[in-house]
């Protein structure tokens, strides 16, 4: 059975940094694309970044130039560090592994259970 958990989130002050982790595991032997999403009070799950298995980024208008996107493909994981943290930042933050084989078989999507993120003075 593949999980996906995530650490990191928290409360942050205005400007602040933060970097989020997720691993995978679970009889993994590929994933394709691995990726973060938010969720804030009242809106649509929104893709934030997101990393293919060879490194290719892919990031939000709103991510670009202060969230990097990274992964370790032996590990399973990605990770985003996120600087100049914005209080429109403030949203439940999901890892999503898209394209994932493993002893389970082939799966289009997994997604962790999510961790919150707060900026608030």
């Known amino acids: 059975q593949v999980q996906l958990v995530e650490s990191g989130g928290g409360l942050v002050q205005p400007g602040g940094s933060l970097r989020l982790s997720c691993a995978a595991s679970?009889?993994?032997?590929?994933?394709?694309?691995m990726g973060w999403y938010r969720q804030a009070p009242g809106k649509q799950r929104e893709l934030v970044a997101s990393?293919?298995?060879?490194?290719?980024?892919n990031y939000a208008n709103s991510a670009k130039g202060r969230f990097t996107i990274s992964r370790d493909n032996a590990k399973n994981s990605v990770y985003m560090q996120m600087n100049s943290l914005k209080p429109e930042d403030t949203a439940v933050y999901y890892c999503?592994?898209?394209?994932?084989?493993?002893?389970?078989?082939?799966?289009?999507?997994?997604w962790g259970q999510g961790t919150p993120v707060t900026v608030s003075s």
């Open positions: 999503n592994a898209d394209g994932v084989w493993s002893r389970s078989g082939y799966v289009n999507d997994y």
């Open positions: 679970g009889g993994i032997f590929s994933i394709n694309a």
């Open positions: 990393i293919s298995s060879g490194g290719s980024t």
